[in-house]
């Protein structure tokens, strides 16, 4: 972990000095590593936090129930989703759209940081919480 880390702020440093922001290089290569709930700028301000609703396999689009209301998207072939396994102090995994079943606690980022409400996913953090929750990938 402390090398985890130590790579990130090296990436964020790089950002800042070649006058990028740290999300923009640095995060956005290291997303997936970050617990949800927990991505600096992000969480809370721009994700979607809460339950998935409804799964449309055909449509390839997931609904979202939160706190403060309920988002849908589009899961595309650009769209990353990472299995979060942070609570078993496990590493993430990559995950596939079979992983976004009903019930599941994810969050949410929309394509572009300012769109909150529609459009497809850039990336999608769904949290494990027993050994059986994902396929085995490594």
């Not at 709930?37 to 339950?51: A, R």
């Not at 595309?76 to 102090?89: A, Q, V």
């Amino acid at each position: 972990m402390a090398r985890l880390g130590f790579l990130m702020g090296m990436v964020a440093i790089g950002a800042l000095l070649w006058g990028g922001t740290p999300y923009a290089h640095g995060q956005k290569t290291t997303e997936m590593f970050i617990p949800m709930g927990q991505s600096p700028g992000l969480s809370g301000n721009v994700t979607v936090i809460g339950t998935i609703e409804t799964v449309n396999a055909r449509d390839r689009t997931i609904v979202v129930a939160g706190s403060s209301g309920r988002w849908s998207t589009t899961v595309t072939k650009h769209t990353h989703i990472w299995l979060d396994r942070s609570k078993l102090h496990l590493p993430t995994q990559y995950g596939t759209f079979a992983d976004l079943r009903k019930g599941r606690m994810v969050e949410l980022y929309y394509e572009g940081r300012e769109r909150r409400d529609k459009g497809p996913a850039e990336w999608i953090k769904v949290k494990v919480t027993e050994p059986s929750g994902g396929a085995a990938r490594q």
